[in-house]
């Protein structure tokens, strides 16, 4: 099976998080999703990470730490998802393929309609959050 591995970010800013709505043309459209993508050929993780932030919204951003990866498979491929808990650097904000962005409260985030390889993603940031406030 196909599997591509993608990075994700869960930017956090003022103890708001920060969420990216899928565009209509996207595949899994409207979907919302940590922003990021696929690693390519020779890259780190870190490298992709850093690169994907500035091509989709033009944001930099300060790695804080890391989740668990989560795999799914889509049914044509997996999705090797890996996310990073990453500081909010100041930057203006540019959506460059997203539909729309939000700051959303830990609370809010669960209403959201999550591509399905990120719920186990929310959920353990979720139980964190609930350990440790942000
Ligand atoms: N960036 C990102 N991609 C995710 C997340 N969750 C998830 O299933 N994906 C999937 O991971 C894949 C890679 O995302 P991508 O954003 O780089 O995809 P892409 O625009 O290069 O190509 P695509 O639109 O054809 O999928 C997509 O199939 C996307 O649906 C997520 O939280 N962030």
Redesign the pocket.
């Known amino acids: 099976m196909n599997t591509?591995r993608?990075?994700?970010a869960i930017i956090l800013r003022e103890g708001k998080i920060l969420a990216?709505q899928?565009s209509e043309?996207?595949?899994?459209p409207l979907?919302?999703?940590?922003?990021?993508?696929?690693i390519n050929k020779g890259e780190s993780e870190v490298e992709c990470l850093r690169r994907?932030l500035l091509e989709?919204l033009n944001l930099s951003m300060l790695i804080k730490g890391r989740l668990s990866n989560?795999l799914?498979n889509?049914g044509d491929?997996t999705?090797e998802?890996i996310?990073f808990i990453v500081d909010y650097v100041e930057s203006e904000i540019i959506l460059h393929?997203h539909r729309q962005i939000g700051w959303f409260t830990s609370f809010e985030l669960k209403d959201l309609d999550?591509?399905?390889?990120?719920v186990p993603?929310l959920q353990e940031f979720l139980d964190r959050t609930i350990k440790m406030p942000l």
Do not use: H, N, Q
């Not at 043309?25 to 899994?28: R, V």
């Not at 979907?31 to 696929?38: D, H, L, N, R």
């Open positions: 591509i993608v990075t994700c990216a899928r043309t996207m595949s899994l979907k919302w999703e940590f922003p990021g993508g696929k994907e989709e989560s799914f889509y491929f999705v998802l996310p393929e999550w591509a399905p390889a990120d993603i």
